[in-house]
């Protein structure tokens, strides 16, 4: 069948050619990352068996492709926050959505998040996990903004320290949108 008699819009996987869009990190830089970070995770955890926990929706993709990069046996499971909503500015309140089904007791555990903005996630994370005494817990997250998190504990794993500009793709939405750019962007007019 002919794809241009379809009448369909084509999905948007790139930036380029998307007026909202700019690219910021590329899925080659993205990728290059990605494989690092679990290399050296790889290394950290050699003969451990730990769990993953990805923080649902955002972590989605960077949490499959980290995975597959990791060279020791490993456990996955998720929870999920609310979100910013439709918004670009966090309400400032953290709920639980959806409770982790693993038992944390004794186990590695490595929190799995796409982006630290103010890192008001990740304390609430830390506090929830360490209610249920793992045996370690790390943090890893793709993105962190610069200069934001008043964090009092340390995020092991960053992929990069961005400015503080809102980011899209690869896991990362605007309104639930964008979220399959293969490569992260910065939205123009949102
Ligand atoms: P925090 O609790 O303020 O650190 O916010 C973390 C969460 O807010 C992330 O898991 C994202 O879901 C969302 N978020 C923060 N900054 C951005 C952004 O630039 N783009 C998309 N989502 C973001
Ligand atoms: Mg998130």
Request: charged share 25%; with cysteine; proline share 1%.
């Amino acid at each position: 069948m002919n794809k241009k008699s379809t009448g369909k819009k084509k999905t948007v996987k790139k930036a380029k050619g998307n007026k909202n869009l700019k690219t910021f990190i590329s899925s080659q830089k993205v990728a290059a990352r990605v494989k690092a970070l679990a290399r050296r995770i790889s290394k950290d955890y050699a003969g451990k068996v730990p769990i993953f926990i990805g923080v649902l929706n955002g972590s989605f993709i960077f949490i499959s492709d980290l995975v597959r990069e990791v060279t020791v046996d490993v456990e996955i499971d998720f929870l999920k926050l609310s979100s910013y909503g439709d918004s670009k500015i966090s309400s400032g309140e953290v709920r639980l959505l959806k409770d982790l089904n693993c038992q944390i007791e004794g186990r590695d555990i490595i929190i799995v998040e796409d982006i630290i903005d103010s890192g008001l996630s990740m304390k609430y994370i830390r506090d929830l996990v360490l209610q249920h005494h793992p045996a370690s817990l790390e943090f890893c997250a793709l993105l962190m903004k610069k200069g934001l998190s008043n964090l009092s504990f340390n995020i092991k794993y960053v992929g990069f320290e961005i400015e503080n500009r809102f980011v899209v793709g690869y896991g990362l939405d605007y309104a639930q949108k964008y979220r399959n750019l293969k490569e992260v962007a910065i939205l123009l007019n949102g």
